[in-house]
Each structure stands twice: as structure tokens, then as C-alpha cells.
């Protein structure tokens, strides 16, 4: 690469000093002629302004001795001029260089200046080539009594500009020089910058970084110095869920303003930052670069972190099982004590009792919530609550029907605003969780109160913020994205998700998702509605 870009700027170099060149000496002859014409023109002009040269021509006779001759002869050797021929009205030379040419008539046409016109022209004479000036010459009175014809030898005007063209190549090969050290410095700069690569394998270096960056599975984000997108693979704009357009603008325009920005543009500094985008857990780490800007990469945790957060369920369940099977042994042995005692009438009510509260349980929430999945949830978590000394209720205002138009994502909102309060009242004297799940139209509203800490005041804008919390992390990752995902989904439905404080002192989460119920529930609540008001007056 450095010889051939050694040599392309040599090229262009000496090309631009030849194009140079050849530009200045085109005009340079034209405008010495025209120097010579004038020249002549002007000596012309000079020698007919003098009275004694007409009034000559007019009393005496042509000849090599005249005074015409003498006069003329003078003002050729004063000037330097080739020729000056004085003639009369009838084109007879009354002076000349040669005195056998005085008394013959001029070999151009005098016309033009024997009219009264000056006349400026390259032409051939007796004496060859020549610069020629013409003017009239007046007598006293300003009759025209002839015609003054200077000339200027040819040969020296282009001994000007063969004189003018060693200076002009002398500036032409010093910019030349000036233009090859230049090139050298900057093939070499660009020698260093490429580290010796050829064309060929800086082509071949960016045909795999492309397909390189285009196929991994992992997000890349490059950055210039001004924060703006130089660089997005197919994978980031996935993950980013933006397009090509993307490129070339600020990172701000095209994110807003959010944790994702903020980690990529590297106002959040740290390794493995998470961060929320629509419903995606992303990972993203950030290197700065030489030029001042920066590349990023991003990788989708949304199954990691949703496989983590199953972990802690079933973890919770499988804890709850045990001790429900510690439980159980318990009430088997005294159910065989009480057939060994043969009181029958007791062991029928002992195992009327046990099974009545786990059935009034799970009835209690399949009546108030008709959706299987929402109502499974609910149940599951009843039983994690009960073994860890919660009481897990149902409002009496809870009334949901089944056909949600997305029972997975409420599901997932349900289930991390009910761990987040088991978790927060666990340990306390009195615990207490309460869940409340109504329809409003077509409007699902969720809201889990508890009698735990709360939330201060200041904390409140935070809490549905990527990667706040105030729990220990797990052993499989970092927390902070529970009620991070509960806030994105609220927003993607349309609705909100805020915290307040509970009657009870501790934190009550209320989440609003419009249009969360299809459209031919709405005769269906309104009936079921009529029906519940027709009961209670009835009651």
C-alpha cells in the first residue's frame, strides 16, 4: 500500500505541475505579443506626435539622406525597434532600416492607417516577422500627410518567453518536490495507520469483519466521539428494536431518554450492566475507543433472567412442599393415633378440616378469578405464603373473567408484585398480603398491598427502575429487573404502573392495563355486574 500510494500521488502531483505549467505559458504568449503590438504602437504614436517628422515629409523629397531618414533612424536606435518606417499618402517609404528599400512602395496594406485608424498586428515583411503598430501622421492643420509604421523583431518576443520558461519549471519543480514530500509523509502516515496491510487484505478485513459482526448472536454498537451511531449489527437492531435508518444519528435521538441510553452512551459506568428494552433484559458492556468514542455489546438475558426467576418460584414451592410434607407426616400419625383409638367420629372431622381449607382455598380464587393461569398462580402462591407465615388474601372487590388478551404477561406482573411483598413481610409478626384483581370495561386493575416497611417517599420514582432494589442479588444473577419488567409492560399495554403507601404502613402497588380484556367480554361484565347488584339487594 505505501509504494502504490506513493506512487498515485507522485502521479497526480507531476500531472497537476504539467497542467500548471501549460496553463501559465498559453496566456504568457499571447499576452507578450500583445506587449510587443503595443509596444510598437506606442513608438508610432510618439514619432507622429512630433511636428518636424510631417513637416519634413511634406518639403522634402524621399532619401537615405533626407531628414525623414535621419529622424526616423534616430528613433529606431533611441527605442530599440526593429524598423520605423515613415511613408506618404501613396505608400512610398520616406525612411527604412535598409536605404534601398526608401522610395518603394510598403509591402503590407497601409490602408487602415491612412484612413485614420491605428492598427495592432503579428505580420511578415521585408525584414520577416514582426510586431507592427500603425498610426496616421497629421500635419499641422490634422490632415493626414501619411503614415508611421513601427515594427518589433518577433524573434525577441520569443526570446521572452524562452527566457520565462526556466523560472516557470524552476517554481513548477520546486511545488513538485514540495508535493512529493508530501506524499511521502503521507504514505508513510498511512503505512502506520493500515500496519503494512495491502488493499487486498484490508478489502478482505472488512468483507469478514461484516459478515462477522452481521452473524454473531450478540448485539455491537459503535460509536463516534459525538455519541452518534456508527455501527449497528443485525443482532443490536434487534435487541435496540430500531432499523438501518439508525445509523449516523445521535444515540439519544434514537433510544430517548432511559437506562439503555444512559449504559450505552457511558453515563452509567460498570461490567454487565442490565437494562430493560420493551420486554427484553439486556446485558450490555461498553469499551471506549482511541478516537474518543466507544463500542458496546448487548446480549438478550430475557430467557436467563425469566429461567432465574422460575428457580426462586420453585425453589419457594419445592421449600413449601417439604414442609408441607413434614405437615403431612404429622397429620397422618395423628389420624393413625385417632384409628388406633378408635375414635372414628374424630379422625372423620380431623381430615373434614384438613382438606376443607386447602379446597375453600383454591374455590375462594377460581370463583373470583375465572382465568386458569392467573388462578393457578394465585393458588401457588397462597401456598408459598401460608409456609412462610403470610396470610395471602383476596379482596372482596376481586372479579376477573377469563379470556385476558395476554394471561401470560399478567401472570408474570402478578407473580413478581406478589413475591416482592412475601418477601417483604416475611419474618413480621402479623404479616399480611393482600391481592386485588377487578375489571373495569375492557381495564384490568392490579393491586397488591402489604403490611410490610413500605417505601419511602423519596424511593418511589425509583423503584421501576432497571437495576434498583434493596435485596441481597441471588446466586444466579442480579436483582432489579422484577419491577422493571412490571413497569415496561404496563407501558406496552398502555397503562401505568405506580407505588403508593398501603392503609396498613406498608407499600401498595397498583398496575392499570387498558384494553387488557377482548372486546366481547364487555356485554359480559356489564351483565355479570347487573346480576352481582341483583344479589346483594336481594340478600
Do not use: C
Not at 496616421?136 to 520565462?164: C, M, T, W
Not at 375462594?364 to 386458569?372: A, F, H, I, S, W
Amino acid at each position: 500500500m505505501f509504494s502504490q500510494v506513493l506512487l498515485m500521488q507522485l502521479a497526480i502531483a507531476a500531472g497537476v505541475a504539467v497542467l500548471a505549467t501549460g496553463l501559465f505559458l498559453a496566456p504568457l504568449s499571447a499576452q507578450l505579443d500583445d506587449q510587443a503590438m503595443r509596444r510598437a504602437l506606442a513608438i508610432a504614436a510618439t514619432t507622429a506626435a512630433q511636428p518636424q517628422v510631417a513637416d519634413d515629409l511634406l518639403a522634402s523629397r524621399p532619401s537615405a539622406q533626407g531628414p525623414v531618414q535621419a529622424d526616423a533612424e534616430r528613433i529606431r536606435r533611441a527605442t530599440g525597434a526593429e524598423y520605423v518606417v515613415i511613408m506618404d499618402t501613396r505608400g512610398v517609404r520616406w525612411s527604412h532600416t535598409d536605404p534601398g528599400e526608401i522610395g518603394r512602395v510598403v509591402s503590407t496594406d497601409p490602408t487602415d492607417a491612412l484612413a485614420g485608424r491605428d492598427v495592432m498586428e503579428i505580420d511578415s515583411g521585408t525584414l520577416g516577422r514582426s510586431a507592427r503598430g500603425k498610426v496616421p501622421l497629421r500635419d499641422a492643420g490634422g490632415r493626414i500627410v501619411g503614415a508611421v509604421s513601427v515594427g518589433i523583431e518577433y524573434d525577441s518576443v520569443r526570446a521572452r518567453l524562452l527566457n520565462a520558461i526556466p523560472g516557470l519549471l524552476a517554481y513548477a519543480g520546486g511545488a513538485l518536490a514540495v508535493g512529493a514530500l508530501a506524499a511521502y509523509l503521507i504514505a508513510r502516515r498511512i503505512h502506520k495507520q493500515t500496519r503494512d496491510l495491502a488493499f487486498s487484505d484490508i478489502s478482505g478485513l472488512l468483507a469478514e469483519r461484516e459478515a462477522m459482526l452481521h452473524s454473531i448472536r450478540e448485539g455491537v454498537v459503535a460509536l463516534d466521539g459525538d455519541g452518534r451511531i456508527r455501527l449497528l449489527n443485525d443482532e443490536a437492531q434487534r435487541l435496540l428494536g430500531v432499523g438501518p435508518e439508525a445509523g449516523g444519528r445521535a444515540l439519544d435521538e434514537v433510544l430517548g431518554a432511559g437506562r439503555t441510553t444512559d449504559v450505552l452512551t457511558g453515563r452509567v459506568e460498570g461490567t454487565d450492566l442490565l437494562t430493560v428494552r420493551g420486554h427484553r433484559v439486556l446485558v450490555a458492556n461498553r469499551m471506549p475507543t482511541d478516537d474518543g468514542g466507544a463500542v458496546a455489546t448487548l446480549r438478550d438475558r430475557t430467557e436467563l433472567e425469566r429461567l432465574g426467576r422460575e428457580l426462586d418460584s420453585t425453589r419457594g414451592l419445592i421449600d413449601a412442599l417439604r414442609a408441607q410434607d413434614h405437615e403431612h407426616a404429622n397429620r397422618l400419625h395423628t389420624l393413625l393415633g385417632l384409628l388406633e383409638l378408635e375414635l372414628y367420629e374424630e379422625a372423620v372431622e380431623f381430615i373434614t378440616e384438613v382438606v376443607g381449607v386447602h379446597r375453600a382455598t383454591a374455590e375462594q380464587v377460581t370463583e373470583k378469578v375465572r382465568d386458569p393461569l392467573l388462578a393457578a398462580v394465585l393458588v401457588g402462591k397462597a401456598t408459598v405464603a401460608a409456609e412462610r407465615a403470610v396470610a395471602l388474601s383476596l379482596s372482596p372487590a376481586t372479579s376477573l373473567p377469563d379470556r385476558l388478551v395476554d394471561p401470560r404477561g399478567l401472570v408474570t406482573v402478578t407473580g413478581n408484585l406478589l413475591d416482592n411483598a412475601l418477601d417483604a413481610t416475611a419474618g413480621s409478626p402479623g404479616a399480611a398480603v393482600e391481592v386485588e384483581l377487578r375489571a373495569e370495561g375492557r381495564t384490568v386493575v392490579l393491586r397488591v398491598r402489604d403490611n410490610g416497611p413500605g417505601i419511602p417517599a423519596e424511593h418511589r420514582e425509583l423503584v421501576f427502575t432497571e437495576g434498583w432494589t434493596t435485596k441481597e442479588p441471588p446466586a444466579h444473577g442480579k436483582r432489579g429487573l422484577g419491577l422493571a419488567l412490571v413497569g415496561r409492560f404496563a407501558e406496552r399495554m398502555g397503562g401505568s404502573a405506580r407505588v403508593g403507601a398501603g392503609p396498613d404502613g406498608g407499600a401498595e402497588f397498583t398496575v392499570v392495563l387498558p384494553d387488557a380484556l377482548s372486546e366481547a367480554l364487555e356485554q359480559e361484565l356489564t351483565d355479570d355486574r347487573h346480576r352481582r347488584e341483583a344479589a346483594e339487594e336481594a340478600r
